[in-house]
């Protein structure tokens, strides 16, 4: 089981010393041409052994008249087909899988909106690699070993509990394995056990932050001075909020089940300028996602990953439908940067022609000071026209004037910006639904039909 016809050129580095964890990847600092040089002979061995393993690989390769052998440079990714969740899910549960025997160690899965979740696996090989990836994202960020670091990812079939707990047990920091949800209780243990560092949602962070207040707490005075914060698109506008609310440097990972979980990507707090992708375990490409063609980097487009070491479920040019560009390394020159997630491409919402994100409705909420970062999106078809309400909060020391006035502004500045009228509904502070997690901001009520 396992092997492919040429030998794995991958093996993951042991846990290292106590005294090392703080230490870099000898891979962080490689230059470009030597990433490049690992990327080829991983993938190499990616293709050969999702051709081998993977019935369901094979199949789709021959279908598209593709050999591994045919990949003899890099650019010979291009002529292999894209994969995209429908392909996981046709394969439900474990027939993507490489490994389904006593190599597979642990399961995931991803709820997803409708349907069948999407089902990920891991060897014990692929389980320390996940650890050594996301401890090199928490050191990144500014975590230390020694560090108390408070777990506020959902623990379960979601990858950010788990992800993130052992990353940081690896970087050797002492994990609080909290979980999503209890809000009070989240407050409680952060005020008693002093942890220096957050993971969590940005907006299940903002919730924490309401916590503190609830309890008469100033949440700049706990004893949080990084967060860790992604699984959710956010935006720098957010990053000032949550940094000013805590007095922390707040900080994005970024990742997705099917390639990996949370540690693909991650931010150096020296530069706070993007997420670099671990390009010694994940080979990137932005495509055009209406026609598919590869773009250039710093062009805009749809994210598409291979992996290059994962075992249990090799994936391969697996798009993501996050749309971003890719830009070049700065703190670690031989891996890429990617920009911000400006959205999903099924999280778009097109508006009388108008295509546009959640995220530029937070970019502008964030910026009137009588609103709170607490808003979803409603669309509706009143009349048969489409609609789009925005339902926010108002700040609790903003009087109910200042926000109405903040509203019509907001109005303003959203039909100039990004072209829609819109309405603008200012409730009561604490009157709409925190997220535990990942938060819903869009309602679709329109009528499907
Ligand atoms: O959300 C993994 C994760 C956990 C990442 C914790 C970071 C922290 P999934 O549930 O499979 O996995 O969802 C993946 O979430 O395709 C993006 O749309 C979104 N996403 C994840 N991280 C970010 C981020 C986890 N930093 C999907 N910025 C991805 C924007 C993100 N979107």
Redesign the pocket.
Known sequence: MLEASIPNPYTPAPLPAPADRGAPDPEETMSRGQIEALQFERLRWTLHHAYENVPAYREHFDAHGVHPSDFTELGDLAKFPYTDKEFLRKSYPFGAFAATGPELRRIHA?SGTTGQP?VVGYTDDDLATWATLVARCFRAGGIRPGDRVHNA?GYGL???GL??HYGAERIGAAVIPMSGGQTEKQVQLITDFQPRAI?S?PTYLLTIADGFKKLGLDPRESSLEVA???????TEEMRREIEQTFDLDAL???????VM?????SESAATKDG?HIWEDHFRPEIIDPLTDEVLETGRHGELVFTSLTKQALPIIRYR???LTRLLPGTTHPGHRRMG??TG?SDDMIILRGVNLFPSQIEELALKEPALSPHFTLEIARPDRMDQMAVIIERRDHATLEEAQAGAAHLRMEIKTKIGPSCVINVVEPESLARSSG?LKRIYDLRDPA
């Open positions: 991803s999407t990812y979601f990858t950010g992800g993130a993971l949602t860790i914060l992604g699984a959710e698109p956010w994005d990972i970024y990742g997705l089940s099917e979980g949370p540690g693909v990507a997420s993501t439908h996050d911000r997630i999903r990942k």
